[in-house]
């Protein structure tokens, strides 16, 4: 089984890019210890602060971002980092090439019941002839922009699911503490019977969403014919690792709870880089209005409405919420 570094090399993938990626590695194996260390390593439970979308963090969400933050930042290729853990992006070498925005720990309020959670990347490029002012505007580049994503999955096993922008390769770690190759080439199934929605909120999603959650419901009397199964691990990463190995669609959309937010997850820590995974291995990740890579950023924490996986069935997704606009504009 080929070595992360070596498959990448093999790839022809940009040096610099390699070495970034094995030190986003290097964090992650580090965050992957303090997890199988839980309780006895007493890194569980929740700190006394709240992040700066008004969440309380779990002390393994600080933990998680400031390890990442200070291996990366050790890096020279590293221009600045963006957390969803931190208020403002935190500047590294003037004079390096790569952005990183990450999620540290996705899936957090599954830390304390040892269920599946995850860290989340994302790399973008300092876009040429930009000024060596540590600004914010850096980062606000859409998600088509990335020049790679990925995330490691603290599961059973950790297991890392990259893309360059040359379809997914996924990689698990092993007890040698490197990540091996064990899937290349992933592909989304184009159809599906799986999906993954949090139905408490049902009452308050948009009528093209209640439609067409419904209809799944109805299996194979209603409109679709067939019986759907449903997931909700409340990890994104899990639910996205779900989709990759066998198909399905997951949805985080936006509801009246928050009318103003467009959605509860963020653009730049989980709809980019998960987009961008999605789409390189043949699925389709949409706001419901627009695909999500496509949507110009302007703030580091904006939040964004996502709906993604197997191809056909987010097509039939939007073609509910397009027939439900047209009847509205009538
Ligand atoms: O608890 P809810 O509302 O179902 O939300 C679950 C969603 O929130 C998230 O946990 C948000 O991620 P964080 O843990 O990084 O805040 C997603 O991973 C998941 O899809
Ligand atoms: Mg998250
Ligand atoms: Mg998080």
């Given at each position: ?78 221009r600045g ?10 500047f590294?070498?003037p004079e390096g ?29 300092v876009p040429p002839g930009a000024e060596p002012s540590d600004s914010v505007e850096l980062f ?191």
């Amino acid at each position: 089984m080929q070595l992360l570094s070596n498959f990448l090399k093999h790839k022809k993938t940009d040096p610099e890019l390699v070495e970034l990626i094995d030190t986003l590695m290097l964090a992650c194996k580090e965050i992957a210890l303090q997890l199988r260390e839980g309780e006895l390593a007493g890194v569980l439970g929740v700190t006394e602060n709240t992040n700066v979308q008004g969440e309380t963090q779990k002390k393994l969400d600080v933990i998680a971002n400031e390890v990442m933050k200070k291996v990366l930042l050790d890096n020279p290729l590293v221009r600045g980092v963006a957390s969803e853990e931190e208020d403002d992006p935190v500047f590294g070498n003037p004079e390096g090439r790569f952005l990183v925005t990450y999620d540290p720990l996705d899936g957090s309020s599954n830390i304390d019941i040892n269920v599946s959670v995850g860290t989340i990347f994302s790399i973008l490029e300092v876009p040429p002839g930009a000024e060596p002012s540590d600004s914010v505007e850096l980062f606000l580049q859409p998600g088509t922009q990335q020049l790679a994503a990925g995330y490691v999955l603290y599961g059973p096993s950790a297991v890392l699911a990259l893309t360059t922008g040359d379809g997914v390769n996924m990689f698990t770690l092993a007890h040698t503490g490197d990540f091996l190759l064990t899937h290349e080439d992933v592909t989304v199934p184009a159809e599906t019977r799986e999906f993954a929605i949090n139905m408490s909120n049902q009452r308050f999603w948009e009528v093209g969403m209640q439609t067409y959650v419904s209809d799944l419901l109805a299996g194979s009397e209603g409109p679709r014919s067939k019986n759907y199964n449903m997931r909700w691990v409340a990890s994104m990463v899990a639910e996205v690792h779900r989709i990759l190995t066998r198909g399905g669609l997951f949805t985080y959309p936006w509801d009246s709870r928050e009318p103003n937010k467009p959605g509860k997850l963020r653009l730049m820590y989980e709809g980019n880089p998960m987009s961008m995974l999605i789409e390189q291995a043949g699925g389709l990740s949409t706001t419901c209005y627009e695909r999500i890579m496509e949507v110009q950023p302007e703030q580091i924490h904006q939040r964004v409405s996502v709906a993604l996986g197997s191809r056909e069935e987010v097509k039939v997704l939007l073609a509910y919420h397009q027939k439900h606009r047209t009847e509205n504009a009538n």
